[in-house]
């Protein structure tokens, strides 16, 4: 049997130090920035800005989105991140739905999410039945960011009140694909059961809730029996459930544990074959599990409580030396030195702890 641990967050305290400089695009340039960044920050009025970033997928595993939004989390100001609804790539592609806990993950983070839809597309010349270059609906983001902008509460409720929508949106992105498929000759997946899919979500965001929940918990089981290509782990993976301050449930894994005495390591690991040091998107992506796991609390696993120790484990095909890194890699090497300093957790690079 998988170890499962659970553990607490009542708050988030993380300063990010890996992130990229956002271009910024003033507000009549927003199609711009949708259809040439990932992530940027929208000037309104010279007074007041939006760092934005945006997914390609609904799915938490697909084109790096937690590097995206980590990126946008050094800015002061309010952070947005969009996400559609659901997405279908036609017959020959995949088709992946929201998850509530991916919504209430990035309030954890104090980042407003527009959930969003797909109103164009074009065919995918290599699959007789795939679309490419979807582009989000731009007028229905304008509208969202304009309610942002005079919203007062915080990410959390703003989060809340996307989720009430998203039966009115799931329609949309439906008669959206309907058009798309007619309109570049390509099958999309089976609009009765994304239909049915829908009908769920009209029950309301506490059965959209549950039902996200089951299909997080699903996702959790895959991914703690499965070794990714990206990985280059030793040691046994485990389930990791964390509830907030509000009762809200977060399923994901651990890609390695061990425990020594009262203390619990919680490993995440990333991995390269051609380079000495992982891609910067890899790093960001543990570093945004490494901001979760820094702030758990009351950690559990077999009925023991445990102390939590977070652990960036880099590991490379070549043997490691710092002599030969390239000046862009020694700068990135050197910031993730300082990160793991101010945030308290550790970077173990082939076996070995790297101090500051």
């Not at 977070?310 to 490691?320: G, V």
Request: glycine letters at 4%.
């Amino acid at each position: 049997m998988k170890m499962e641990i659970f553990a607490e967050i009542q708050n988030m305290r993380y300063k990010p130090c890996l992130c990229h400089e956002l271009h910024e695009y003033e507000r009549d340039h927003l199609d711009d920035a949708l259809s040439g960044e990932s992530n940027f920050i929208l000037n309104i009025d010279n007074i007041n800005k939006l760092a934005i970033s945006k997914w390609v997928s609904p799915k938490r595993t697909r084109s790096y989105p937690f590097a995206r939004v980590y990126d946008t989390l050094i800015f002061s100001g309010k952070r947005v991140t969009i996400i559609p609804i659901f997405k279908d790539e036609g017959a020959d592609g995949d088709r992946d739905f929201l998850q509530w806990d991916t919504v209430s993950l990035m309030s954890l983070f104090n980042v407003h999410v527009i959930i969003s839809f797909y109103n164009t597309a074009e065919k995918n010349i290599k699959y007789q039945n795939k679309i490419t270059r979807q582009t989000f609906d731009k007028s229905h983001i304008e509208q969202e960011i304009q309610r942002l902008l005079s919203y007062q509460f915080s990410a959390l409720h703003w989060n809340m009140s996307q989720l009430e929508k998203v039966y009115d949106l799931a329609n949309h992105a439906l008669d959206s694909y309907k058009k798309i498929g007619e309109s570049v000759d390509v099958h999309m997946h089976s609009f009765a059961s994304a239909q049915k899919k829908i009908e769920e979500l009209s029950e309301g965001h506490e059965q959209f809730k549950n039902n996200s929940r089951h299909l997080a918990q699903q996702a959790q089981n895959r991914e703690s029996v499965t070794i990714q290509p990206k990985e280059f782990l030793s040691g046994e993976k485990a389930k990791i459930t964390i509830k907030n301050f509000l009762g809200g449930a977060y399923f994901l894994t651990c890609d390695e544990y061990e425990i020594h005495d009262d203390k619990i390591l919680l490993i995440e690991g990333k991995h390269t074959k051609d380079g000495l040091l992982p891609k910067l998107a890899d790093i960001q992506d543990g570093l945004l599990k490494m901001a979760l796991f820094t702030n758990l609390e009351n950690v559990t696993a077999g009925n023991r409580s445990y102390e939590p120790v977070a652990i960036l484990k880099l590991t490379t095909q070549e043997p490691f030396d710092i002599h030969t890194l390239h000046p862009a890699d020694r700068q990135i090497f050197d910031k993730l030195k300082v990160e793991a300093r101010e945030n308290g957790f550790e970077i173990h690079l082939n076996g070995q702890i790297i101090h500051d």
